[in-house]
């Protein structure tokens, strides 16, 4: 037998627990440097997301096994049916004129018939799909508002705070003033947009199909320009220290 070589099956899917791990660790990171803060509430929140949706995104792995139940039934009593009513034309009617021309409208009537059933039994078909689908973009939803309320604890944290030059105002929101601490700060928002597109690529991972793999792209996108957004920060923190 040959032997699984280093990084082989486990590496090629994103493993929920890791992920679930990942969000708990940072949740105390952020709670040893800031235990007061709202984005410890928000890392917390994230903490009990990441539980609900992995539970979720298991869930969609399995199939519905009701709507196949209904599909199979449907197919059944579809073909009793046509076999009932006799669609198949009656070759002992076509040897004279007014036989042939109720044959015809017999036949006419048939395909429209098919034609029918078989887009009904397609929706049928897609029913899962689609049950599985509007699952996924409800759980996504709640994501994409985490984001955005991660995306809000960083908005205020500029780094021109850290200018001598400085002067707040009487409505200016709290200000981190210490570099070191504004920059692990926006490291951990950065993080935290991180393990949210983990989690979104978690759907993805569960239902294969292109609707969701679309949505699942969007949120990683939208983490991405925030995160992005977050380093430019960083990267003006650092700069000032080489300075």
């Not at 709670?31 to 410890?40: A, N, V």
């Not at 509430?41 to 539980?51: G, N």
Request: glycine share 6%; net charge neutral; charged share 25%.
């Amino acid at each position: 037998m040959a032997d699984v070589p280093a990084g082989g099956p486990k590496y090629r899917s994103l493993d929920p627990a890791l992920i679930i791990a990942t969000a708990e660790r940072l949740e105390q990171r952020i709670g040893d440097r800031f235990p007061e803060s709202g984005l410890r509430r928000v890392a917390i929140e994230l903490v009990s997301l990441s539980r609900d949706l992995v539970r979720a995104a298991r869930s969609l792995e399995a199939p519905i096994w009701w709507v196949r139940a209904v599909v199979a039934v449907a197919f059944v009593a579809g073909a009793a049916m046509f076999l009932f009513v006799g669609t198949i034309l009656p070759l002992d009617r076509l040897g004279n004129e007014t036989g042939v021309a109720e044959s015809v409208q017999g036949i006419e009537a048939s395909l429209n018939t098919i034609l029918l059933a078989g887009l009904g039994f397609l929706a049928l078909i897609r029913a899962e799909e689609r049950i599985k689908r509007k699952k996924v973009f409800t759980q996504l939803h709640v994501l994409r508002s985490l984001i955005h309320v991660v995306d809000m604890h960083q908005l205020t944290k500029d780094p021109a705070a850290l200018s001598d030059t400085f002067r707040p105002t009487a409505n200016s929101p709290a200000r981190i003033t210490d570099a070191a601490e504004l920059a692990r700060y926006l490291d951990y928002c950065s993080e935290m947009l991180s393990i949210s597109g983990k989690l979104a690529a978690l759907f993805a991972q569960s239902v294969n199909d292109e609707v969701v793999i679309e949505a699942v792209n969007d949120i990683e996108e939208l983490g991405s320009n925030l995160s992005r957004k977050i380093w430019q920060k960083i990267t003006l923190i650092e700069g000032r220290g080489r300075h």
